[in-house]
């Protein structure tokens, strides 16, 4: 009877985060500066054969582990070459794959209705719902650190072979997801689970020999990427990697820098609309502390939180491991307190009508100002194969995937575009209409602009030559 619920369960749920996930995918370009450049990255391992050393416009890239992008090839070998489909599939496969972990362990904590309940919640949580439409790495990253979390809190609470075989599992997922963004792949879960044994006198239970051979497993894997990428990479890599991207970010803000209490404010605007009910239930769950489902759903949650805002690199999706643990709380709070399931299937009803509604209205008249992809196709009509294209101080990764290019050239001085405006023969060049412009008025006046477009609200990007035709 109760596998038979689970299917319908798993129906519903998984029909409810494709109609959330998957329409109009292919309806807009790919935006700057993440989605250009994971694709860029995607598409040259495929092209080079190399999926060891990731590279970006034929540079090596040590910005991410390798997982991502091998899934994201993976997606663009199988559909038959690289398209904003199988770019985002990945994120939206993912994102549907965690919210039915969500159902697992919640069923495991409080039951079937709860678990529906939960995985509703997360599906429509506004964070959760964009990131699962986009080509970025935080829903697959999310996926393996759930997947992680359910199984340790399995081994805790099994014996023997289904304890063992729980933390192996667990230990291979975190590798994963320590491929996937570092070293914060294994230390959420671990904070995670580890937290909720030590809290319930259960350390020693992390320790025994299932967790033993995970470790051994998990280094395996992470050493099976690592030391070929090392050796390949030389001294410079290894260091960039290891030491400025994957350990740097968190001590050291060269990006994303947030205020202490940034996700204060950033977290709930993520879970809207369910923010609203968690107040109450993160209440309810502390009168019941000594419960150990709700300790095991506060430490989870109190642990992760408290890991990024502590770190000096800050982003809203950063923290996107410990919504299944916010969206089982509040459906145990709608199950004990509110009961009804008509205001849920209401709430998830106007969240997919908006959705769509913002997708095919909203999305078309911005993704103008967010994707190269029309500037790309003016390139593409002036620039014949073989043609001489570069930018003028601007990255060239956000152009390569759609002007079909291995690789382009950037200019950074005012005389590298003299001598490059000057050749004899006919060449192109992308520029941000501010820098030529400025460039220009200071007597550099080779130039011809042949086409341009809006970029964001305040910038616009063109195609200038050294002839007209």
């Known amino acids: 009877m109760r596998s038979n619920s689970t299917a319908i369960d798993f129906i519903i ?105 939960s995985g509703l919640i997360l599906s429509t949580s506004l964070a959760y719902l964009v990131v699962s439409r986009m080509v970025m790495l935080d829903p697959l990253f999310t996926f393996l650190v759930t997947a992680s979390i359910y199984l340790l809190y399995i081994g805790l609470s099994g014996k023997g072979r289904k304890r063992t075989l729980s933390y192996l599992a667990s230990f291979a997922l975190m590798a994963l997801a320590t491929l996937t963004k570092g070293p914060v792949g294994f230390i959420l879960p671990l904070i ?29 894997i992470i050493a099976s990427w690592l030391i ?29 820098k947030e205020p202490f209490y940034y996700y204060f404010y950033a977290f709930p605007l993520g879970f ?41 690199s800050k982003n809203i999706l ?73 930018t003028f101080r601007t990255n060239p990764v956000y152009w390569l995937y759609y002007c079909g290019r291995g690789s382009m050239d950037e200019l950074d001085t005012n005389e590298s575009l003299d001598n490059y405006l000057a050749s004899r023969e006919r060449v192109f060049c992308i520029v941000d209409l501010a820098v030529f412009r400025e460039y220009a008025s200071t007597g550099h006046n080779r130039g011809y602009l042949l086409a341009y477009t809006p970029y964001g609200s305040k910038k616009a990007f063109g195609l200038i030559s050294n002839r007209m035709k």
């Open 228 to 256: 070929p990428a090392c050796i390949r990479g030389g001294e410079a890599y290894t260091n960039e990697l290891l030491i400025k991207q994957i350990f740097g970010r968190y001590l050291q803000a060269f990006d994303h």
């Open 318 to 390: 950063y923290i996107l491991p410990l919504y299944p643990a916010a969206a089982i709380a509040t459906a145990y709070y709608w199950e004990q307190k509110l009961k009804p399931l008509k205001t849920i299937i209401i709430t998830v009803a106007v969240v997919a009508a908006v959705s769509t509604s913002i997708t095919y209205f909203v999305i078309p008249h911005v993704d103008v100002l967010k994707s190269p992809k029309y500037l790309a196709e003016s390139v593409n009509r002036s620039v014949k194969p073989g043609d001489g294209l570069v």
């Open 192 to 220: 995670a689970a580890g937290g909720y044994a030590l809290s319930m006198g259960k350390g020693r239970d992390m320790l025994d020999k299932g967790a033993a051979w995970g470790l051994a497993l998990f280094l395996l």
């Open 13 to 117: 749920l998984i029909s409810v985060c494709f109609v959330l996930f998957l329409p109009g995918i292919s309806a807009r370009g790919l935006w700057s500066p993440d989605e250009t450049r994971y694709v860029t990255v995607s598409k040259e391992m495929v092209d080079s054969g190399d999926w060891i050393t990731l590279r970006r416009n034929g540079e090596i890239y040590t910005q991410k582990p390798p997982v991502y992008f091998w899934v994201v090839s993976l997606f663009g070998m199988i559909m038959g070459g690289f398209s904003e489909v199988s770019a985002r599939l990945p994120s939206a496969l993912a994102g549907t794959g965690t919210v039915l972990i969500t159902y697992l362990l919640a069923r495991n904590l409080f039951g079937t209705r709860a678990a529906l309940v």
């Open 272 to 312: 809207l609309p369910w923010i609203f009910i968690l107040p109450p239930a993160a209440l309810l769950l502390a009168g019941k502390r000594a419960d150990p489902r709700s300790k095991f759903l506060i430490i989870w949650f109190s642990a992760i939180f408290l890991f990024f805002t502590s770190s000096r």
